[in-house]
Structure formats: structure tokens, C-alpha cells
């Protein structure tokens, strides 16, 4: 049974910097894509970011390139979203999540990932 558990989420201020990780364990996380997810109150599940499984090629939503980055650890099973100049409408709980089965593919729809984690929550203060 594949577990990811999210931490690092906090208070920031608007323009501040926060890293989120998430712990894999259950199966080998090296074969697996990943994606980072956030949701809003009040708001629909939206994907931010993911990776294919050797860390070398990502993906990110529009309104966050430049400013967050993933990235993975295969070595300790760790995935990590590291975000700046984060503004107040990206607080949000931010999750991790894993496909179904092993693959290089990054889907971009949370219905394309089975396993995720509780989540870790964002709060950016204006």
C-alpha cells in the first residue's frame, strides 16, 4: 500500500518562500511520476506541478512557473515543492499524489492519481 505524507506547510508572509516535501513509502517511488496538487476552501483540487520518476523532466501549472520548483530525492523516497514568491490566494492545502502504476507519464487531472496524501497547509498572509 503506497503512503505519501506531506510536511513543511506553515504561515508566510506574501512574497515569502516556503518548501513543501512528501514522503513516499509502499512501493518503489524511483518508477513512478508525481504530482503536486493544492486546494483551496472552497475551490476545486488543481494541479501545480509534477516530475517523471528520474527527476529530470517537470511540468508546472501556468500561473507558478517560474516561481515553484519540483523536485524528488529517489535515493531517501522524497518529493518536494519549493515555492516563491508566493501570493495570498495560493493558500491552499497542498498535496502529493501517485499514479495508479509505475509510469513516466504526468497527468495533469487528479483522476489520473490514486494515492495521496493528507495534505499540508499553506497560509500566505497579505
Known amino acids: 500500500q503506497v503512503q505519501l505524507v506531506e510536511s513543511g506547510g506553515g504561515l508566510v508572509q506574501a512574497g515569502g518562500s516556503l518548501r513543501v516535501s512528501c514522503a513516499n513509502s509502499?512501493?518503489?517511488?524511483?518508477?513512478?511520476?508525481m504530482g503536486w496538487f493544492r486546494q483551496a476552501p472552497g475551490k476545486e483540487r488543481e494541479f501545480v506541478a509534477g516530475?517523471?520518476?528520474?527527476?529530470?523532466?517537470?511540468v508546472y501549472e501556468d500561473s507558478v512557473k517560474g516561481r515553484f520548483t519540483v523536485s524528488r530525492d529517489n535515493r531517501k523516497n522524497m518529493l518536494y515543492l519549493q515555492m516563491n514568491s508566493l501570493k495570498p490566494e495560493e493558500t491552499a492545502g497542498y498535496y502529493c499524489?501517485?499514479?495508479?502504476?509505475?509510469?513516466?507519464?504526468?497527468?495533469?487531472?487528479?483522476?489520473?492519481?490514486?494515492?495521496w496524501g493528507e495534505g499540508t497547509k499553506v497560509t500566505v498572509s497579505s
Open positions: 516530475i517523471t520518476p528520474d527527476g529530470y523532466t517537470s
Open positions: 499524489a501517485a499514479p495508479p502504476a509505475y509510469s513516466d507519464y504526468i497527468g495533469s487531472r487528479d483522476c489520473e492519481y490514486t494515492y
Open positions: 509502499g512501493r518503489t517511488f524511483s518508477a513512478s511520476a
